[in-house]
């Protein structure tokens, strides 16, 4: 598998709390994606990056904004996040002109 | 916008039986990628179509991409318990960094 991990694995909070979720790799790619999944509705697409500081909405991206400061870390923030925001997160990351690899995913339960 | 359906949303067969899902786009791509999501785990990439009318196959697995580059099939013969999963077909956003996934076929095999 690429090296790619998110951070955390599993978070349960309440709503209207920031939350941020992380993902880094250690592959040096240049595209870096977050998507969420959720039942009937596949894998959509929240941001992506495709450098440092240079990232794009996709979307789903109302109530997340997003960092790359650096190549091996995409960070996703939910500003004040909302039961709709219940989700499965995945971040991908995608050499040029290559396939997507798939972190393990973040499991996120607002309440 | 541009999307990508998939047909059927599920499909239940018994172990033995040939299996067939189809995606279709808005616009024409460039290429198609075809991802393999285990109940639980992350989507992994399966292969990429890039050429009008390609034919690729992977052991019982068979993937077409169609002469307009519109729509893509993945055909599997005789299903096994392992086949079990979600399969979505990921096309390129015309001018951007990104790509559109289908909503993906989940597949039941009956032992």
């Known amino acids: 598998d690429a090296g790619i991990t998110q951070s955390p694995r599993h978070k349960v909070t309440e709503t209207g709390t920031p939350v941020t979720l992380r993902c880094h790799q250690t592959?040096?790619?240049?595209?870096m994606y977050w998507y969420r999944q959720d039942p009937g509705h596949g894998l959509r697409l929240i941001h992506y990056?495709?450098?440092?500081?240079?990232?794009d909405k996709g979307e789903v991206s109302d109530g997340y904004s997003v960092s790359r400061s650096k190549t091996e870390d995409f960070l996703l923030t939910l500003e004040s996040a909302t039961s709709s925001q219940t989700s499965v997160y995945f971040c991908?990351?995608?050499?040029?002109?290559?396939?997507?690899?798939f972190g393990p995913g973040t499991r996120l339960t607002v309440l | 916008g541009q999307q990508v359906m998939q047909i059927p949303q599920y499909q239940h067969v018994q172990e033995g039986e040939d299996f067939t899902t189809y995606c279709n786009s808005s616009?024409?791509?460039?290429?198609i990628q075809w991802y393999k999501q285990r109940p639980g785990g992350h989507p992994v990439f399966l292969i990429q179509?890039?050429?009008?009318?390609e034919v690729k196959k992977q052991k019982r697995l068979t993937f077409q991409f169609g002469e307009a580059k519109k729509n893509s099939s993945l055909h599997i013969t005789a299903t096994q318990t392992t086949d079990v999963g979600t399969y979505f077909c990921?096309?390129?956003?015309?001018?951007?960094?990104?790509?559109?996934f289908g909503t993906g076929t989940r597949l039941k095999v009956l032992a």
């Open positions: 991908a990351i995608k050499p040029p002109g290559g396939e997507q690899f």
């Open positions: 592959e040096n790619h240049r595209y």
């Open positions: 990056s495709y450098g440092v500081k240079d990232t």
């Open positions: 616009t024409t791509l460039s290429n």
């Open positions: 179509l890039v050429k009008s009318g």
């Open positions: 990921a096309g390129p956003s015309t001018g951007t960094y990104k790509y559109i």
